[in-house]
């Protein structure tokens, strides 16, 4: 099996993730085209409670096995990575079992006394199958991410959001004559066969690429396996309740924000698209660039847990300066585009510009999210993934007093929850940055901190200047694609100008690595 270098295994991930993100997001805009604010409203009224579900299920194993896996590999013991994939898979198999009928059982007590709406049954009723799906994929995945390689994982998402898209129009367009819940359900539909699939795949991939035999004397293993359960349960319980705190919290967002708009005088149907609007249409456009991130945190886990098994705490400090600039310099570009070109960007995807105001006014604080995910993957690497859990639950619990103090005010009304959720993402990443100073000897680069500062400033204002000055008899989307392309050139002609990008890190870019790497100028 190929072990990949982690600049490398980020930059395959990075690839995936962008084609994943950009086939959901067109799920996304499909799924709002057909159901509207009022049925995304009772789509992501369901989605926390699977995500709650599927929190419990994986009980944060597949953090837990990367690391394990990469410190076995390192060691170069295959029988202790067979007991660590036996034992993850029990678990996660029994919990599945419990878990799965359980929250079937429960969707008529949530959909009547939880939520706001009643016909949120539908959905969560058609989602609850996936969560053994996620479950074992997940065990699969950590596995590859354990050896260093994220190809596997990388294909696999990029193949469920391919059968997502396909199905979704379909699923939603054939339940929607019966009602605006039985077409969400619908859109839960197939996410549910875009799992399967990617599941189907992997198991595939690892039969083909493994070098244990997992079901021979596969019980003996299991009761064999009491100290790798234990070893397991070390890393991934603080980090389930890290998660667990994240879920229950999204878990709780929708209720506490439906009756602080309640008491703030909002009718609840009206709560339900303002809630629609602003979780299924702004926020996921603000989380759209985050796969750069989330690629990152993928490599560190292995990368940095290598790194520390061999005593490298100088290599420990290269890849988090690393995966800082790289969320620096991703996000960065994110915020500006997201900040100028909000209106037009909401317009052309959902054909309405209402939630645009909600990305205006959470974009510039979203860098802060963009962060998050890299520093708690250091966090778990290093052993410190209980610190991690302390700061997500102060975080949620801020986040959730403010949406409940600043929602009930009729002056703010769901504004309020926008930056109670925005307030909420700035605290934890201080806290985990806080952390992390306090073990690795980190050097904090103020003056490459002000140069992205004024790169995203000047590409900024020259992007909204061409927008309204220059390109303005031009359609509407040619404006837009031009005006993006223009910001992205000068944003990036001052990062190479500026140096904040370096020339090995530029050469290892698929395809154009070499030719953009000519352009920087020697140090």
Not at 364 to 369: D, L, R
Not at 417 to 432: D, E, N, P, S, W
Request: charged share 15%.
């Amino acid at each position: 099996m190929s072990k990949q270098t982690f600049l490398k295994g980020t930059l395959i991930l990075i690839l995936a993730g962008f084609i994943t993100r950009v086939l959901g997001f067109i799920n996304r805009i499909v799924v709002a085209r057909f159901i509207g604010e009022e049925g995304v409203g009772l789509y992501n009224m369901a989605v926390p409670t699977l995500v709650l579900a599927i929190t419990i299920t994986q009980l944060g194993l597949p953090v837990a096995i990367s690391k394990l896996v990469a410190e076995a590999e390192a060691k170069g013991d295959s029988r202790k990575v067979k007991k660590i994939l036996v034992v993850s898979l029990s678990v996660t198999g029994t919990l599945s079992i419990i878990f799965t009928p359980t929250m079937m059982l429960l969707a008529p007590f949530l959909s009547e006394h939880v939520f706001t709406d009643q016909r949120t049954y539908w959905p969560l009723l058609a989602i609850a199958p996936v969560v053994p799906i996620v479950a074992i994929s997940s065990v699969i995945r950590g596995y590859f991410q354990g050896r260093q390689n994220m190809r596997p994982a990388a294909i696999s998402q990029v193949l469920e959001q391919v059968v997502r898209i396909s199905l979704v129009a379909i699923c939603t367009s054939a339940f929607l004559p019966y009602g605006i819940e039985f077409a969400a359900a619908g859109a839960m539909i197939s996410a549910v066969v875009g799992e399967l699939v990617s599941l189907i795949y992997l198991a595939a991939m690892f039969k083909v690429k493994k070098k244990i035999r997992i079901r021979r004397k596969f019980f003996k293993s299991v009761q064999n396996g009491k100290e790798t359960f234990n070893q397991l349960m070390g890393i991934a319980l603080p980090t389930t309740g890290s998660r667990f705190i994240g879920s229950l919290s999204w878990f709780f967002e929708p209720i506490v924000v439906a009756n602080s708009l309640a008491i703030a005088g909002v009718a609840t149907a009206v709560a339900t698209k303002q809630y629609g609007g602003l979780t299924g249409y702004a926020i996921p456009l603000l989380m759209l660039p985050s796969f750069i991130t989330y690629s990152l945190s993928t490599s560190l886990v292995p990368a940095i847990s290598e790194a520390m098994a061999n005593n490298q705490l100088k290599l420990v400090e290269h890849r988090l300066q690393q995966a800082l600039r790289l969320s620096l310099v991703s996000g960065g570009l994110a915020c500006v585009v997201l900040y100028v070109f909000s209106e037009p960007l909401m317009s052309i995807m959902y054909g309405s510009s209402k939630s645009a105001i909600f990305v205006q006014v959470m974009a510039p604080f979203f860098i802060f999210h963009y962060f998050q995910g890299p520093l708690q993957a250091v966090l778990q690497a290093l052993d410190l993934a209980k610190a991690a859990m302390i700061n997500s639950l102060i975080g949620s619990a801020v986040k959730t007093a403010l949406i409940f103090v600043l929602a009930t005010r009729p002056s703010l009304g769901i504004m309020g929850a926008a930056l109670a959720i925005v307030i909420g993402i700035m605290l934890v990443t201080l806290l985990h940055f806080a952390t992390v100073i306090k073990v690795v000897p980190f050097t904090i680069h103020i003056r490459d901190y002000i140069k992205s500062g004024m790169t995203m400033v000047i590409a900024g204002v020259t992007g909204y200047l061409f927008y309204e000055n220059v390109v303005t008899e031009f359609p509407i989307i040619l404006r837009l694609i031009t005006s993006l392309t223009v910001t992205s050139l000068i944003y990036c002609f001052l990062l190479l100008v500026l140096k904040l990008v370096e020339k090995d890190e530029i050469q290892r870019i698929p395809f154009v690595g070499h030719f953009l790497a000519r352009l920087i100028p020697a140090k």
